[in-house]
């Protein structure tokens, strides 16, 4: 291969190098969080990269299964979410006209939501709920369901086996009349209908 065919491919090698660096740096999301903070702070531009290694540092120990810092920051951000309820509360408590009143009091119970919600998710991190699913079987088509019952091993030799799907206190056979029961007598209705 020629020199100059070397550096061509060189040049293109980088190209690739150099789009796929930005593709990644424009869909990066922990660089994306440091450009939010530092645009927020009004912080310098050298300060995006600081901020951008933090996050990352951050992110790789959540991935890690380390669950401290998303605790710590809803802790933190419940404990700010009360004191913006107390204090809008007390705002609206010295206001002397209704509208005023009822706007800080729709501010003060908006974050007093937000931090039942906050307390709510740290709650379901540190004990994650326990959910119990029932099978649904939908089908367009013939389907057969084993629900871990295996197949008898001989023809004919669950023919008198008892119905598992009747209740545990039932008794009898299915299908049984209640004696209980009486005919129902007339039906009085008014000749003329009310609207």
Partial sequence: MTK????????????????KHIAMAFTSASLAAAHVIRKTEKLADYATQEIFDRISEMCTKVSGGDMRLPEEMLM??????????????EKAMIQKHFPHIEGFMRMALRAQAQCRTTLETLANIKNPPVVFARQANVTTGPQQINNGTAPP????ENENAPNQLLDAGTQGAAGGFDT???????????????R
């Fill in 180 to 194: 209980g029961l009486e005919a129902l007598g007339e039906i009085n209705r008014p000749e003329v209908c009310r």
């Fill in 153 to 156: 091993s001989h023809a004919g």
């Fill in 76 to 89: 933190s951000q419940s404990i700010a979410l009360q004191r913006m309820f107390v204090d809008l509360t």
């Fill in 4 to 19: 100059a065919k070397e550096q061509a491919v060189q040049k293109d090698d980088d190209d690739i190098a150099t789009k």
